[in-house]
């Protein structure tokens, strides 16, 4: 039942912008890590002595397609070591993880669900033929472990089950023979049902739990899109429901929850972990595919195109732990953090902030983004996400020029030697959508393409808005874009040597030091976009691609108690300390101190 395929990366690629934010990211730490960090240079993993379970595979899950979207020859065979360093360590009975036979009891095999996603990133990218055989040992061996009760699902394996699919359906749709069938079936039995949580969402505890963990439930959201087929259960959409929860109780204003790092309640001074930002977005790339459901497309959007630029530094070659969506300022605290269970470094921009899992998980977002611009079906091609790129399927080349979601125009350029339906997404907030100049209601564009050079130009117009947030504030939202007051700062760099990982420019530690006021409240609810060019480096805080200029006004907001570096929750008093002054906000996104959640003032007369 599954509406859309994806594509490889030989046959989509990413250009313009999107393609430069890729290049900013292998010349920054993701096409780096190999060299610089510890647990990916010397890991167990290639035969090293750092560890040997998630960062390697959560790495190479990001760098692959990296590598290989930008036709880097370079980066493809530092990939290529890795893969082949893996696949001759594997064992006779088909286990592939860097654990002897004695502690695999002990083993928490969420390394070899991540391993077999892993390697299937790695087959969709490079064609080698070496891997199905290579996944279907690791998991024929897993299920033979399984059923024999040699081991059993615990830890994060138990909460992270579902992640096994992602490979099992691969070979499922290849060979199709009943294990596979039962050990889906083992794998949600021994697994953690999720539905089980649902109250304890609501409010929010001090106490680290897997069911409240925040990166487990983004990849949650994509369980039973990836399952019910497998498992021979119908689709009900389940990850509304549980989303709807999630979000009511500690929904962010780009579609994500807070979770520092499990569940924090309805707070914009709260953390989000960047792992749970790429988890979340590729459960609904995944989501989107599976259903054809345009609200899963909608929300990676917000997330793509805010949560993910806002974490990471412009070059990419640092990140946080956690963002917050109200962020004066990225210091460190004191002991007590303003987080439920991570500590006072966890917003740093830094190589491995608070815990290094991020460092390597965070490669994922931009890569599988590029690789959700175009999906297809039969005869049927679908852009879904504005995004610049060139896709080549089978005697058709689609090349979309777009500054989106930064400039609300595509171009595409068609050259077909055959007959096919193309569908455009077009985002619900579009407004006066034309299509080669002519009026179109919205919604999804569809048109039949014959043989030769067709050109299709797509313009819309957004309407900037004050979105209501909990707690009496408001988000301004122009299209997929949230914007901020912009707060300038000073970089503090730390350079130093933790447990012998070195944290060196440019990829120490830095504390970001405010040097502007940050104490708004929006003062007019009328707003100005303006569009420059996007720069080399699209998500900048010195030359955005687009603002917003807004009359905001001054207020005493005040700081969370006991912090010198956090602002309340909400401010202290609305009354305003000054006249109205206009503003010029930019992308969340592009501001990486930034007021985002702000009250909204009577307007002046
Ligand atoms: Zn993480």
């Known amino acids: 039942m599954r509406q859309w395929s994806f594509y490889t990366s030989n046959e989509l690629k990413p250009e313009g912008w999107l393609r430069r934010q890729l290049e900013i990211q292998a010349e920054g730490l993701s096409g780096h890590l190999h060299e610089i960090w510890p647990d990916v240079r010397d890991s167990k993993w290639i035969g090293g002595d750092r560890e040997g379970w998630e960062r390697v595979p959560y790495w190479l899950d990001g760098f692959v397609p990296l590598a290989y979207l930008l036709e880097d020859e370079a980066l493809i065979a530092a990939a290529k070591r890795y893969i082949d360093a893996i696949l001759a ?18 083993y928490d095999t969420w390394a070899v669900q991540l391993i077999s996603k892993t390697l299937k990133v790695y087959y969709d990218c490079s064609g080698d033929e070496r891997i199905p055989e290579v996944l279907y040992r690791i998991l ?46 083992t794998l949600r039995d021994q697994g953690y049902d999720y539905r089980r949580a649902v109250k304890s969402w609501q409010t929010p505890r001090h106490l680290w739990l897997r069911k409240t963990h925040i990166v487990n439930i983004a990849m949650m959201l994509k369980s039973e899109a990836v399952s019910h087929e497998l498992l021979g259960e119908p689709y009900t959409d389940l990850s509304e429901k549980l989303r709807e929860t999630l979000a009511r109780y500690n929904g962010t204003a780009y579609e994500g929850f807070t979770g520092d790092e499990v569940l924090s309640g309805i707070d914009p001074t709260r953390g989000t972990e960047l792992c749970s930002v790429v988890e979340q977005m590729f459960s609904y790339e995944i989501l989107f595919a599976h259903t054809g459901d345009a609200k899963w497309a909608e929300r990676l959007e917000l997330l793509a195109f805010n949560a993910l630029p806002a974490t ?31 500590g006072p470094e966890a917003h740093l921009f830094g190589l491995e902030p608070n815990f290094g899992c991020c460092t390597a998980n965070f490669s994922q977002g931009w ?33 979309l020029e777009s500054g989106y979601p930064f400039k609300n125009e595509a171009r595409f350029t068609i050259d077909a030697d055959r007959a096919f339906t193309f569908c455009i997404r077009i985002p619900s907030f579009a407004q006066g959508l034309t299509v080669n100049g002519e009026n179109h209601p919205g919604g999804t564009v569809e048109m039949k393409i014959g043989p030769g050079h067709t050109e299709i130009d797509v313009q819309f117009g957004t309407v900037p808005m004050l979105k209501q947030r909990p707690n009496g504030l408001f988000a301004l939202q122009a299209g997929s874009l949230l914007f901020s007051v912009p707060i300038s700062y000073k970089k503090q760099a730390r350079e130093y040597v933790k447990r012998g990982v070195e944290r ?13 006021d940050w104490n708004y409240a929006f003062g007019a609810t009328e707003f100005e976009i303006s569009r420059q060019e996007i720069s080399d480096i699209p998500f900048s805080q010195a030359a955005p691609p687009v603002t917003a200029k807004a009359v905001m006004r001054q207020i005493d907001w005040g700081l969370k108690f006991p912090y010198r570096t956090v602002c309340r929750k ?36």
């Not at 033979?144 to 059993?152: H, K, V, Y």
């Not at 440019?506 to 030091?513: L, N």
């Not at 609305?574 to 010029?584: C, D, H, Q």
């Open 89 to 106: 360590a594997q064992e006779e009975d088909g286990w592939i993880c860097p654990c002897p036979k004695a502690r695999r009891k002990f």
């Open 140 to 185: 024929k061996n897993y299920h033979d472990l399984l059923q024999s009760g040699e081991i059993r699902l615990f830890g994060w394996a138990k909460y992270r089950w579902f992640e096994t699919f992602i490979a099992l359906n691969f070979l499922w749709e290849r060979y199709h023979e009943d294990w596979m069938k039962a050990l889906a079936r």
């Open 312 to 342: 990471l530094s412009e070059d990419m070659w640092t990140h946080q732990y956690v963002q917050m969506v109200n962020q004066i300022a990225c210091q460190r605290t004191m002991r007590m953090a303003p987080f439920s269970t991570n």
């Open 367 to 399: 890569p599988k983004l590029a690789l959700s611009a175009f999906l297809h079906r039969e005869e049927t091609i679908l852009c879904s996400v504005l995004l610049p790129s060139v896709l080549k399927d089978r005697g058709v080349t689609i090349r």
């Open 504 to 516: 060196k420019a440019p990829y120490c530690d830095y504390s970001f030091i405010p040097t502007t």
């Open 570 to 605: 909400t401010p202290k008093s609305i009354a305003p300390l000054s006249a109205g002054r206009e503003v010029a906000l930019i992308p969340y996104g592009c501001a990486r101190l930034r007021m985002t959640e702000m009250p909204l003032l009577k307007e002046e007369r």
